[in-house]
């Protein structure tokens, strides 16, 4: 996401919605292909894809109502991809 915003000039919003295009793209590529190797429960899939379905739409309209004031997206949003590289950074080095 840094990257996305310091490479291509994009603002906060749109380079929030360009990533998690990217990722749910990738998530649908992966998880079409476990389905067709027979590794996914229908029940709990559907369970997930409703969660994901009403999840994204609260964050969309959340990410719409941050960035309308200059600067408040960027505020709420770094602390979690932070906190995030902290967590993944503290489970790699503690070997779990």
């Known amino acids: 996401m840094p990257g996305l915003l ?11 919605g360009s ?7 990738f998530g649908l590529t992966t998880a079409a292909n476990y389905a067709l190797s027979g590794l996914v429960s229908p029940i709990i ?3 997930f894809l ?3 379905m009403a999840g994204g739409w609260a964050g969309a309209v959340l990410a719409t109502r941050l960035s309308r ?14 906190t ?3 967590y993944m950074g503290y489970q790699n080095l503690s070997g779990i």
């Open 45 to 47: 899939a559907m369970i």
């Open 69 to 82: 004031r200059k600067g408040t997206l960027t505020y709420v949003f770094a602390p979690v991809i932070v």
């Open 6 to 16: 310091f490479s291509s000039g994009m603002t906060m919003i749109e380079a929030v």
């Open 19 to 25: 990533s998690l295009f990217a990722v749910g793209t």
């Open 50 to 52: 409703l969660g994901g």
């Open 84 to 86: 995030m590289a902290v």
